[in-house]
C-alpha cells in the first residue's frame, strides 16, 4: 500500500468495553511497532513485531492489552476492559528489513476516547 | 517514562525566521532522530543523525548532537507556514532493542 493504515481512526467506548484497533502496515515491512500518544505528550512504545513474533511487549501496560500479527502484515491491538485512562491516541509504524529502528513510517493513529 | 525532553514546549516565530528546538536524553544512545507531526496524528521522519556524528544537514534542517550534554538541536532555517506542527526526538540505545524513546515535543507555530 501507499503507507500505513489504521482503523478506526476515531473510536468512542464505554468504560468496561472491549476494542481492536487495526494496522496494515506498508507492504513488505517486516518490523511493526504499536505506539500510544497521551494529550499533548511524547510517543510511548508498547509493542514490536518482527514479522509476526513479538519480541519485546515490555511497554505493554497491563494484561488488558494484547497484540497480534497475521501474515507477516496486519496487526490487532486489542484493548479488555477499558479505562479512561487508556483515552490516547495509538499509533502504528513499519519499517522495512534492514532498516532497525532508523526510520519509522507511521500510521495516522486511532483516536480512542472511553467515556 | 520519557528520556527526552524538548524545549521550549511551545514557540511562535514569524514566516522567514529561523526555529530552533532543543532536546535532551538522560541515557548513553545509539541513534536520535526528529520527527514532526501535524495536527497530532501521524509522525514523519525528518533526520537521523548517529552517536558518532556531530552535525548532519537536510534541505533546511540541521541538527547537532553534543554526545557529552546528552542533547540535540534542530534548526528550520527560512521558516514557512507550513513548518507549523510539533517536532519530537527519538533514541534508541544500542541494547539490541527496537523502541524508540521519544521526547514530550515542541509545538511550532509559523504566523505567515
Known amino acids: 500500500g501507499a503507507g500505513v493504515s489504521q482503523s478506526p481512526s476515531n473510536k468512542v467506548t464505554e468504560k468496561g468495553k472491549d476494542v481492536e484497533l487495526r494496522c496494515d502496515p506498508i507492504?513488505?515491512?517486516?518490523?511493526l511497532y504499536w505506539y500510544r500518544q497521551r494529550l499533548g505528550q511524547g510517543l510511548e512504545f508498547l509493542i514490536y513485531?518482527?514479522?509476526?513474533?513479538?519480541?519485546?511487549k515490555s511497554g505493554l501496560p497491563s494484561d488488558r492489552f494484547s497484540a497480534e500479527r497475521t501474515g507477516e502484515s496486519v496487526s490487532t491491538l486489542t484493548i479488555q476492559r477499558t479505562q479512561q485512562e487508556d483515552s490516547a491516541v495509538y499509533l502504528c509504524?513499519?519499517?522495512?528489513?534492514?532498516?532497525?529502528?532508523?526510520?519509522?513510517?507511521f500510521g495516522s493513529g486511532t483516536q480512542l476516547s472511553v467515556l | 517514562s520519557q528520556q527526552g525532553e524538548e524545549d521550549p514546549q511551545a514557540l511562535s516565530i514569524q514566516e522567514g525566521e529561523n526555529a530552533t528546538m532543543n532536546c535532551s536524553y538522560k541515557t548513553s544512545i545509539n541513534n536520535l532522530q526528529w520527527y514532526r507531526q501535524n495536527s497530532g496524528r501521524g509522525l514523519v521522519h525528518l533526520i537521523l543523525?548517529?552517536?558518532?556524528?556531530r552535525e548532519k544537514h537536510s534541505g533546511r534542517l540541521r541538527v547537532t548532537l553534543d554526545t557529552s550534554k546528552k542533547s540535540s538541536s534542530l534548526l528550520i532555517t527560512a521558516s514557512r507556514a507550513a513548518d507549523t506542527a510539533s517536532y519530537f526526538c527519538a533514541t534508541d540505545r544500542d541494547t539490541g532493542r527496537r523502541a524508540l524513546t521519544f521526547g514530550s515535543g515542541t509545538r511550532l507555530q509559523v504566523q505567515p
Open positions: 513485531f518482527q514479522g509476526n513474533s513479538a519480541p519485546d
Open positions: 507492504s513488505g515491512h517486516t518490523a
Open positions: 509504524a513499519s519499517s522495512p528489513p534492514g532498516q532497525g529502528v532508523a526510520k519509522l513510517f
Open positions: 543523525i548517529r552517536s558518532n556524528e
